[in-house]
């Protein structure tokens, strides 16, 4: 166990923790993150002792984006709130669930690559 209760083994010499070695000996693929050097494993069951894969389930990047803005859209709101009690809906689960997801939409699409049609309308423009 690690200093945080969390099962590891000696590899090579090497502390790893188990989670991702267990994921893949059972899925046989490795977890990749483009955001992050390693993506999260939760486990099901919610112990920090447990390996089974199939208790395993990977927090993907859109996940930890979703989570991220979450929390960026609840304090806006609080902030809003404590400065005019109107605002106070801006905190409820409902409406903080629901902007995230609109910021979440609109943050992915920014990032999506553009379609042919798109492209060429744009370099149409340009020109």
Not at 19 to 26: D, H, I, M, Q, T
Not at 41 to 64: L, S
Not at 72 to 87: C, Q, S
């Amino acid at each position: 166990m690690d200093k945080n209760g969390y099962p590891v083994l000696k590899i090579n010499g090497e502390r790893v923790c188990v989670r991702p070695v267990a994921f893949e000996a059972a899925y046989g693929n490795r977890l990749n993150s483009n955001m992050v050097g390693r993506p999260q494993i939760r486990m099901t069951c919610g112990m920090k002792t447990c390996i089974n894969p199939a208790h395993m389930t990977v927090r993907t990047d859109e996940d930890r984006l979703f989570l991220e803005i979450r929390q960026e859209v609840y304090l806006n709101g609080r902030t809003r709130a404590e400065a005019n009690p109107r605002f106070a809906f801006m905190t409820t689960p409902k409406f903080v669930d629901a902007e995230a997801r609109r910021q979440l939409e609109i943050r992915l699409a920014r990032e999506a690559p553009l379609t042919p049609e798109v492209q060429a309308i744009l370099d149409q423009i340009r020109r």
